[in-house]
């Protein structure tokens, strides 16, 4: 009974989007569900080939969106586990506590730098001792902020674990930049073949007292 209904379900939807471009439906619904899913616009104005391409494309963007997502997540436990197994680094700091983890071999390195380029400018070029201290003291790791790598080995190994995750997140952005896009191409293409689509709908008569529903369109 089931599959029965099902089947039925299947059937009766396959003939709704047969007949539905037959009836002259406002001219706002096409673009606006272009907007919604892609290529269904097209479809609705029975430019079959055009909105079955656009509808595709959108499925296979959403597919690689939420994959890239998923794995987003994926990389991110992944470096953060490794930072701290092997650099020490606390499980969950925030993203730019990473990007130096990454650049710098460990937190005395990049303190050293800092310390260099902040005693140059605050106390050779412009002496100021406090804004010298308040500058270290906000652009330097300490206390549990600290880092240092167990070996070369392994900070390279995680450079590699954060460019899979940095590349990863470019193509979750990408997925989503061409979702936008083909919403933008689907509603301009629907709405210019609704500008373009004039039709009549009528009645024929046909012999022994019958009658053939037409519709005809006119581009």
Known sequence: MEFLKRKTWLLVSVLLWGIIPLFALPKIIYPISSLILPGTGELLLGHNTRGATLMGADLVNIYVLIATDRE???QKENYMQFAELYAGVPYGMPNDHYQAVQDYPNSDYYNNIQEMMARNYY??????????TEYIAANTYQGNEEWNWQSEEKWQEYKHI?????TVKMNNQLALGLLLLNRCVSVIDSSILSKNKHGELYFAP??????????QIEF
Do not use: C
């Open 72 to 74: 987003i997540e994926m």
């Open 123 to 132: 106390l050779v070029y412009n002496y100021d001792p406090n804004a010298y």
């Open 162 to 166: 954060r460019k899979r995750y940095q």
């Open 206 to 215: 046909l012999p022994a007292n019958g009658a053939m529903l037409n519709y």
